[in-house]
């Protein structure tokens, strides 16, 4: 069964940065394409970033150049680097495959606030 626990979150002030990690486990990790999601507070999730298995990025406009995405294959590990964090970015954050994604962990939450 596949199992994604994502951490890192927290309170931050704009302009600070945040490293998120998620640990997946029952899924061939290092043959998927993985992603991180935010969904915030009245609005639907989105998909923020994406890491193919041979390593490619993309983002979405409005987190490029502040948030780097990168994996670990030996530890089935995926992580989220957000610097230059605006409030906008407030939202809880989740891993999961780019393509069959489903048993959503409970994600970690960013605050971004003065």
Excluded: H
């Excluded at 609005?43 to 970033?49: F, G, N, Y």
């Excluded at 995405?69 to 230059?84: E, F, G, M, P």
Aim: charged share 15%; aromatic share 8%.
């Amino acid at each position: 069964q596949v199992q994604l626990v994502e951490s890192g979150g927290g309170l931050v002030q704009p302009g600070g940065s945040l490293r998120l990690s998620c640990a997946a486990t029952g899924l061939p990790f290092s043959i998927s394409a993985m992603a991180w999601y935010r969904q915030a507070p009245g609005k639907q999730r989105e998909l923020v970033a994406t890491i193919s298995r041979a390593g490619s990025t993309n983002y979405i406009d409005s987190v490029k150049g502040r948030f780097s995405i990168s994996r670990d294959n030996a530890k089935n590990s995926v992580y989220l680097q957000l610097d230059s964090l605006k409030p906008e970015d407030t939202a809880v954050y989740y891993c999961n495959r780019v393509f069959g994604a489903s048993n959503w962990g409970q994600g970690t939450q960013v605050t971004v606030s003065s």
